[in-house]
């Protein structure tokens, strides 16, 4: 996936701009996003403040480690089924 070259924080301080009465495509055109980005922001970040959102940044990184060692460990158990299913 691409990497964004916005933080979260600075994410978070666009919408609170639009928040604060300025107009979405005023922010957009000053921060050079599209109105459609800005929505998919709105949709993920409204409402979060920055501590919220290094939060839910760990926790998706927490969720993602413990998927793969869940992957492999499945992988693990039927190889050995497999094994013991040839002896």
């Known amino acids: 996936m691409k990497r964004s070259r916005f933080s979260e924080e600075q994410i978070i301080a666009v919408l ?20 459609a980005t800005f929505y998919k922001w709105k949709s993920k ?9 290094r939060r839910l940044r ?10 793969k060692l869940l992957a492999e460990a499945m992988l693990d158990n039927v190889v050995l089924k497999d094994l013991a299913s040839k002896k």
């Open 58 to 67: 760990t926790l998706e990184q927490e969720n993602s480690r413990l998927k």
């Open 45 to 53: 970040f409204g409402g979060l403040e920055v501590s919220d959102a």
């Open 16 to 35: 609170k701009e639009q928040e604060a009465g300025m107009p979405t495509a005023e922010v957009c055109r000053r921060h050079g996003i599209s109105s």
